[in-house]
């Protein structure tokens, strides 16, 4: 089970408390209507799956039932950093201990 | 009987507490703290296992956890019976029964056996080749017969009436392994204050210091010095002393599981203890204490009984007070198995010689093995053993060949090395590297924030492991406080060590006489019956990697998990490869580290606790009045309310007229409520909804439908305005958690500027529907401060006021084409509500009716169920629903998605009504349907039915489908191919009943 | 050893409909803990920004917490911490905080949930292991300390916890899972006194 530090709770959490919401960082068009097809494709059903750094969404559905984002590497399972929803992705990423 | 092999005086347990046991039905004497094993072997008994593959007689190897013979079945009773205990850790209590396995008629005669005389068939990779074809036969003929040759034990076929707990735990320090250095590192921990844990699989913490009994700490023999600290431990309130608890698994940011085992060694456990507590610790360090494993010697005939590993025996001795045998050979190739060999002498008992692998071994301990006048054979192997039951002899020849001698032994001890228990390190991802000068794999990079200490980490030595493991101790523990000074300040004094045992080296891989062309049964893994020729023949057809040989082998693929033969096996591979072990690699180990039982890792979560139960508050009312209940989701909910010799189809036939000839009253608490509250409510709900909302009015409802972003039907539910920055959503049952957190996603991250918050209130409200002509009627009388009139209270709208003197929202809304209301009260007040209304229903001769009639009034409507009649692919305007789309509006969820090529294609699936040719047939939910009957198989498939039901209302069956192009098909005849014949059905519209809809004010 | 539930009376008058809450009165008991329902209280979601916090805590009577994990309580009446923008206000004393918070022009939302909550109180020295061996939380002082407060799990089910004083919890679900958590939190209590 991870450990996921919340940016909101400000603190780790155990994993049971949280739920995956997919990748992040997936831009919703202010104009829906005038989206092309690929650009809907792209924007609904294309989603990268690096072997490495991923950014993510995550809920504390089962704490402050906030939705905010997370660097992970797929590799290791670890968290490089989490950050609140709205926030730009992050231009360098922190160096990870054990 | 009397223990003949117990010897007085010798042993750590008082010989006084006898308990008797049996094994395979005959009586034996033990004592308590005994082992099942240390028990056997007391009264001479080696013989406790059959192997898997050649039926093979087998003994006790071990004793401890990497025992891979002496598996046996532990019956309490018939629900209670365990298969596959090893004996080596199945603690003795008074009445214990116990079962040889794999073994018919009896252990000492196995018909099973002609699979050692077969066994030139029986190579590895034997049933690969063999029972391929053909492919049908291995399912029905071959696995089957298989699985009843090779058994392990027997499962019970009841369900287990004992409980399983869990707890989770947090600590700065965990320890595992409560050996020397384990209990080392746990004192300089916890002497500084910090949270500790230390978990030990065995009984009594004390690790090697069990049989070491050269070991001398602070003035006393190693195993008190260990009891002392043990004492110690249990008193601070900062640590906690795990015994009978095996750290299984070691995962992702210093997760550890375990299992303690609470009750398997008592005669009677107490109904409150669990027979095992799960631990999910969550360690900020952790200390690896683990420990060596000592390695057995791969000759010919090294599996019969008696033949042991040299520490077992000094474990059974310095431990249990029991010899293994009268006149004891022992066979090494390092320097352990003297320590064994004194301790053995020294007790009494004859030493048949040491047969010594090396050259010229010298040291202290073959000096005094010299002195005490023990004959060794150095250079030399022991090639054969003799024997069937039991060992009974050693056949000695030089390592280089040449004349046999053989020697009569009763019990063979043997030691190639020891191997560092580096499994829970793999786990945790660190990479091991191997250390040539010593032959054995250690920790190398780590991967979590753990540190090895003591013989898992290749440190040799008592005083040396203690020093490390002290140093680890203090600094786990400095580093876990962050750096901060010690919450004590007499800092405790690092334990003197003043005598120890120590010892390295040895040799993996087979020894002379099982080398490469011999075809000789020299097993390298016990429990699979996997031998040094097959791990080469897996090499000559062409395994290369470690991982090939050991899946084409089985090597160390049993429930031991190769404890004692990865080593020898990965040596093999690579002598036979011309590579070096590093080259060949070592297999990953993995998680569980022993077995673990299927109870500890359900632990709380069977019968009421297996899933939450969720029952509504006026559940108990349904249950009076005899309500048959279905499982929806988590939820109970009323089926249908039989009365007296009504079956499911009458009670639903009385239900469905009584609710359009008078009124029903139906539990509809478990619809998903949602509070949409704040100034820009309405903006929200246009963005989530495909219908227009900022005109609703307050106190006005409306059915809306949410989508996905794919265009796709989501939910749907009727939704009230209370106010102009206050909406009351409801969805559908099973969509409740979904929709909250859809709507919590997009108002989160795609529209924070929005000022609107969301609660859930599913429970916050019991939810009465009451749907009738006469539910007006039966509601007015109870209702105060609304006026239910049609003018003031039309179809689709909200009041709030008070029903039975408490505060209710009630919408007048139905779901069953009839004048209909739903009564929304505090849930706690949703019985006694109901019971009013029921009161007053009676006067109307008005009846309960539960989700079936629910369900077959709302198709007689054509009202559509999502999940039911809608997939996950349907439109709004595949399901008729076009009407219920904002057609001006500029955005909501699901907009663009509507818009897809596919979605706006002619011929897609559109809901439609069936009505079947003879009206007494009711359709299959889920039937597929065809345009020509007669056409070949495989058939087109245009359309599949989604709801079926006989309609009392309609004296018909009716039904609703999606069909290709539906709505174009009106009046067509289709077929509906079933099993026993074709169903002929005709297209209709959806509604069935009242197809005006005047009712809705009737 | 543990002692059986009781059940009591499972009434509470009111001037009109009777009140029946889930498990009323229901408790039960082990060496070191006991499990309680407790009675019916006021209660109601709270949601609004931080530039509403002032109004809305001065309408209520208490500093609504803005600390992750900590919750304020005046007399019977507390308001916990759930998220940046969200506290659960509990009443004991039957004293609507629904009502007060009426007169708050500032941006907020107040939902009713009296009757959507049920709580049970977890008490005595083994009430710590009694919920960790469902809430996969730190429960011990230092990082729960007395206030503490957080929306978690146990077992299979969500809910919000409160220490209320050294070895005394306030656990909060949703009502159609008491039974599950009531359930839950006696067979641990069993084993935690165990």
Redesign the interface.
Known sequence: MLLIRCPYCEEERPELEFRNAGEAHVVRSSEMTATSDEDFEAFFFIRSNPKGIIYERWRHIHGCARFFNAVRDTVTDRFVMTYKAGEKKPARLPKVGK | MTASYRIPGAGRFSHAKAASFTFDGQSYAGVEGDTLASALLANGVHLTGRSFKYHRPRGILSAGAEEPNALVQIVRDAARTTPNVRATVQELYDGLTAHSQNRWPSLSFDVGAVNDMASPFFSAGFYYKTFMWPKAAWKNLYEPKIRAAAGLGVAPDQPDPDHYSSRFAHCDVLVLGGGAAGLAAALAAAESGVRVVIADEQAELGGALRFESGARIEGQDGWSWAQGVVARLKTMPNVRVLSRTTAFGYYAQNFIGLTERVSDHLAAPGRDLPRERLWQVRAKKVVLATGSIERHMVFTDNDRPGVMLASAARTYLNHYGVAVGKNVGIFTANDSAYAAALDLKAAGIAIAAIVDLRDNPAGELVDRARAAGIEIHDGRAVVRTGGRLRVSSMTVQRRTGGGERTIAVDALLMSAGWTPSVHLFSQSRGKVVFNDEVKRFLPGTYAQDCVSVGACNGTDGLAASIDEAYAAGTKAAREARGGAAAGKSEKPAKPKVEASEGWSRGMVGAAPGAGPGTTVKAFVDFQNDVTAKDIRQAVHEGMRSIEHVKRFTTNGMATDQGKTSNMHGLAIAADELGKTIPEVGLTTFRAPYTPVTFGAIVNHARGPLFEPTRRTAIHPWAERNGAVFEDVGQWKRAWYFPQAGEDMHKAVDRECVTVRKSAGLFDASTLGKIEVVGPDAAKFMELLYTNPWEKLEPGRCRYGIMLREDGFIYDDGVVGRLSADRFHVTTTTGGAPRVMNHMEDYLQTEFPHLNVWLTSTTEQWAVIAVQGPKSREIIAPLVEGIDMADEAMPHMSVREGKICGVPTRLFRMSFSGERGFEVNVPADYGEAVWEALWVEGQKHGACAYGTETMHVLRAEKGYIIVGQDTDGTVTPNDAGLDWAVGKKKTDFVGIRGLTRPDLVAKGRKQLVGLRTKDPKIVLEEGAQIVADPKQPIPMKMIGHVTSSYWSENCGRSIALALLAGGRDRMGETLHVPMPDGVIEVEVSGTVFFDETGGRLNG | ??RAPVKKQAV?K?????????LAGQEAS?TGVSVTVLP?AERI?L??SEASRAALSKALGLTLPQT??TSAAKGKRAALW?????WLVIDEAGKDPLADCAKVSA?H?????????VAVAVAGPAAE?TL???????L?LA?FPVGAC????L????IVLLRTAQDAFRVEC????S??VF??LQ??M??A??
């Open positions: 050893m543990a509470v009111t001037d009109g409909a009777e009140r029946r809450p889930a082990a019916p979601s949601r609004g992750p994990k759930l998220g940046p923008d969200e941006l939302s107040a939902v009713g949930i009296s009757h959507r909550n292991a960790n061996a469902g809430c996969p939380q730190d011990s990082v957080s929306r978690t799990v077992g299979k089910a969500e949703w009502r159609s899972f039974d599950y359930t839950f067979e641990a069993r084993d006194a165990a």
